[in-house]
């Protein structure tokens, strides 16, 4: 069974500091790895793809096979990026793109 | 947004009562999922559906059916609510791109006296 696990549900940091927001699965195969961000009472959206290797607002992620691990990094939090943030996993087999999401971690940042 | 808007975005109702909440796209996607957020618990998926008339179940579905008889509308129903179902309700669909990427409606906010 496939499983995400964000051990922290709140990160409280200062404004120019790093953020780290920790990420752990379990999937037998090949993942489909991702995260999302949710401002106060708005939808979902989609930050980093693991495929893309892209970085977006400043933030990156690496996919740690070994570790089983897709942290979530900045290296200096800005207010604006306080929000919940949603690791989440999809199957490479799976054909019906399911997504199986962490319970999330609430990133407060202060000035 | 990926055009896609849900109605209502709030709604009360009492124990007992049926409920129905719309998805609606505008960008023909074959995907479509209904998710409800709790707190600790992050989303769970509820159903999903490929196409017209095919739905499967997703992880949490009991209480829940849904329907899609247009590419365009995807409908939860909750046949008789009950307080536990008081959540928040997102819709999704599947990116285009050929990953497994969803994109997310504003969601309905739903509580269940």
């Known amino acids: 069974a496939q499983r995400v696990t964000q051990p922290e549900k709140l990160l409280s940091v200062f404004k120019g500091a790093p953020v780290e927001l920790k990420c752990n699965y379990s999937?037998?195969?090949?993942?489909?790895l991702f995260w999302y961000v949710q401002y106060s009472r708005q939808r979902l959206q989609l930050l980093l793809r693991h495929i893309s290797r892209e970085s977006i607002k400043g933030f990156t992620a690496d996919l740690n096979k070994g570790e089983t691990s897709f942290h979530l990094k900045k290296p200096f939090a800005q207010e604006e990026d306080s929000a919940m943030y949603y690791c989440a996993l999809s199957g490479s087999t799976d054909s019906w793109g399911k997504l199986q999401f962490g319970a999330g971690t609430q990133v407060v940042v202060t000035p | 947004d990926a055009g896609i808007t849900q109605s209502p975005r709030h709604k009360v109702t009492e124990t007992g009562t049926p409920v129905t909440l719309r998805c609606h796209q505008t960008e023909n996607h074959r995907y479509m999922y209904w998710y409800r957020q709790d707190p600790g618990h992050g989303l769970r998926l509820i159903h999903y559906?490929?196409?017209?008339?095919?739905?499967d179940k997703g992880e949490v579905s009991d209480g829940y059916s849904v329907s899609r008889s247009k590419t365009e509308d995807f409908l939860l129903t909750l046949e008789s609510a009950t307080s536990s179902q008081t959540s928040v309700y997102f819709c999704?669909?599947?990116?285009?791109?050929?990953?497994?990427?969803?994109?997310f409606g504003p969601g309905t906010r739903l509580t269940v006296l």
């Open positions: 999704a669909i599947r990116g285009t791109s050929g990953g497994n990427e969803q994109f």
């Open positions: 999937y037998s195969g090949s993942p489909e």
């Open positions: 559906s490929y196409g017209v008339k095919d739905t």
